[in-house]
């Protein structure tokens, strides 16, 4: 069956022709997802300044006729 996962560790490793333990597999980092989205948004800053001012144009133009 076809797996997503990373890639396997190998179990035995040959060092100098000694068999020796692998190392640790690396661990995952699980950010909330507050942490993520702001890790984005502040990587793609010219998407989300866009973005941001879309919406501020989008608001002047809905309070144009306001009184």
Same mark, same amino acid.
């Given at each position: 069956?076809?797996?997503?996962?990373?890639? &396997?560790? !190998?179990?035995? #490793?040959?060092?100098? /022709?000694? @068999?020796?333990?692998? &190392?640790? !597999?690396?661990? #995952?980092?699980?950010? /909330?997802? @507050?942490?993520?989205?702001?890790?984005?948004?502040?990587?793609?800053?010219?998407?989300?300044?866009?973005?941001?001012?879309?919406?501020?144009?989008?608001?002047?133009?809905?309070?144009?006729?306001?009184?």
């Amino acid at each position: 069956m076809l797996t997503f996962d990373s890639l &396997p560790q !190998a179990r035995v #490793v040959r060092n100098a /022709g000694q @068999l020796v333990a692998p &190392p640790p !597999a690396p661990r #995952v980092d699980d950010q /909330g997802s @507050l942490t993520t989205f702001l890790a984005y948004a502040i990587g793609l800053w010219p998407l989300t300044a866009i973005v941001m001012l879309m919406f501020g144009l989008l608001y002047m133009a809905g309070m144009n006729g306001a009184p």
